[in-house]
T-cell receptor, first 114, second 114 residues
Framework: EPEVTQTPSHQVTQMGQEVILRCVPI?????FYWYRQILGQKVEFLVS????????KSEIFDDQFSVERPDGSNFTLKIRSTKLEDSAMYFC????????????FGEGSWLTVV | GNSVTQMEGPVTLSEEAFLTINCTYT??????LFWYVQYPGEGLQLLLK?????DKGSNKGFEATYRKETTSFHLEKGSVQVSDSAVYFC?????????????FGPGTRLSVLP
């Protein structure tokens, strides 16, 4: 069964460093998402991406965050200058149709900022 | 705006007990409703979904019925197993409100004891 894959599964980084989290969405999907989950808290929407541009972003997704689809398969989340509060599990997700339809999540990338 | 409320955990049950996890929602449109499950150390997996009123989603012995009159989507299972121990997230996706992507409830942690 097709699945969303994410790398790395776990990354530890120093505060202020740049981090890139990578995702390979399901191959025929057109809508891509990043969510995050701070330990023990709810799953929060960060950004959605469709047709090579951001379609929606939350308040969390400020100027230190960016997303890119550099080729036909990868979808990346970059955090420019990490802060301690960026420590969280980051989930990539994809969907073959827009709002109202199932989105499929990857296993997550656990980011620890020290 | 759209929101999801679900019963706070943790919920602890003995094996073979009956499970109910309550979920209610607020939405401006006609959302699709979902239950996702997160097993320890893993990502979010779709458990079941319902896309319109009175639909019943079911999977792995779990069921939930989309009740528009009570704006609810309660998760039930007749006989839980130890392997059902996980965090369960209720979520909605509103096809009429593109600005609100998937909205998750806070999650309910279920522990099933042998």
């Amino acid at each position: 069964e097709p699945e969303v894959t994410q790398t790395p599964s776990h990354q530890v980084t120093q505060m202020g460093q740049e981090v890139i989290l990578r995702c390979v969405p399901i191959s025929n999907h057109l809508y891509f998402y990043w969510y995050r989950q701070i330990l023990g808290q709810k799953v929060e929407f960060l950004v959605s991406f469709y047709n090579n541009e951001i379609s929606e972003k939350s308040e969390i997704f400020d100027d230190q965050f960016s997303v890119e689809r550099p080729d036909g398969s990868n979808f990346t989340l970059k955090i420019r200058s990490t802060k301690l509060e960026d420590s969280a599990m980051y989930f990539c997700a994809s969907s073959n149709r827009g709002p109202g339809n199932t989105i499929y999540f990857g296993e997550g990338s656990w980011l620890t900022v020290v | 705006g759209n929101s999801v409320t679900q019963m706070e955990g943790p919920v602890t049950l003995s094996e073979e007990a009956f499970l109910t996890i309550n979920c209610t929602y607020t939405a401006t449109g006609y959302p699709s409703l979902f239950w996702y499950v997160q097993y320890p150390g893993e990502g979010l997996q779709l458990l079941l979904k319902a896309t319109k009123a009175d639909d019943k989603g079911s999977n792995k012995g779990f069921e939930a019925t989309y009740r528009k009159e009570t704006t609810s989507f309660h998760l039930e299972k007749g006989s839980v197993q130890v392997s059902d121990s996980a965090v369960y997230f209720c979520a909605l996706s509103d096809p009429d409100n593109y600005g609100q992507n998937f909205v998750f409830g806070p999650g309910t942690r279920l522990s099933v004891l042998p």
